[in-house]
């Protein structure tokens, strides 16, 4: 089956350093990826997305690496804050409009 | 607040009971997501509609399992004869083409 992973399950990093959250992905036919945020009891919280046609996007604080070659790609947050704390997770679409999700990161950044 | 609702926030069932979630969707919205979610795992993909046409259903979907989305505005999720594996997080999303916005999900616990 289809697949999104991710390469590690937790993270640590002081406040005010970047993260670097990575997930790779199984087939090569995904055209659009979108990285969620979840805090514990809410609903995933869109956070950046990336066509595949594109290999960076920047948000605020955000960006979204893809590299197709090695089908992986990276969420970077910048001077992560508390309030980053929380479980990521990366998306793809693949055929029509079916997204599969990754196990998750969970981030906490120690103040 | 995404704008995405869903009702009940909880619901604890008993074994073979019978059970409904809801979601209403952003109004704009013409496409509507069902996922299920375990504790530590990503947001699993259920089946999906445009409008009020329920056009993608995962294979994994027990027959058991039945959505409707009968003006193309809010959906139902009906469980029957409930099983103590269907205790989830069901979330539902909604979009126009691409970004997925995520309601905060109904929390089924089967007894």
Redesign the interface.
Known sequence: GES?GLHLPTLSVQEGDNSIINCAYSNSASD?F?W?KQES??????II?IRSNMDKRQGQRVTVLLNKTVKHLSLQIAATQPGDSAVY?C?GRVT?????????TSLTVIP | DTGVSQDPRHKITKRGQNVTFRCDPISEHNRLYWYRQTLGQGPEFLTYFQNEAQLEKSRLLSDRFSAERPKGSFSTLEIQRTEQGDSAMYLCASTTINEQFFGPGTRLTVL
């Open positions: 999104v659009y979108i969620y009891g809410k609903g995933p919280q869109f997305d997770f998306a029509g409009n079916q997204f599969y999700f990754g196990t998750g």
